[in-house]
């Protein structure tokens, strides 16, 4: 960095002038390109493991918690990432939502909840696909309605079989969260 300098300055002895001040704006030319690059990348916001939030959270951008949120999240048309430090007690409305700490409150997402190792629900989860992985804890129910699934629909299929369908759902993914907890 520091010959970068000497290399700008003139050998003559002579000061700077305006036209070998100008010949340092490419070496900052690199940096200029930065922000395009980040313009291309989603928005995400993260919020650090020392911050606790209590109350609503609201957002338009992807979001990472990695500390302590109490009260309602709602990210509706964005992912929540709650990372291995985070510690969630909300009622939780996102796109898609991805567990690596803990969430205890019912989550609803409109695409996904990827329940990962180390990850851990308190809570019932509606959302038309879920994934718990081995080593990921879950208690609760879950309700994989399909998007455009009318509510009459799920009442006509619930009648032909013993179980309604959340029950058969609910029971095969706590037989699944038990069994990767041991």
Known sequence: MWKRDEA????????ATPGTAASTQPVS??????PDARRIERDIVNIGKSVVIKGELNGSEDLTIEGHVEGRIELKDHVLTIGPNGKIK???FAKAVIVLGEVNGNVTASEKVD???GGSVDGDIISPRVAIA???HFRGSVDMQRKGAQPGQGQQKASSSPLPEKSQTSMAASTQATAAAH
């Open 8 to 15: 700008v300055k003139p050998t003559s002895g002579q000061p």
């Open 29 to 34: 030319g690199p940096a200029a390109v930065q």
């Open 90 to 92: 909300a009622q939780v």
């Open 115 to 117: 329940i990962r190792d």
């Open 134 to 136: 081995e080593g990921a």
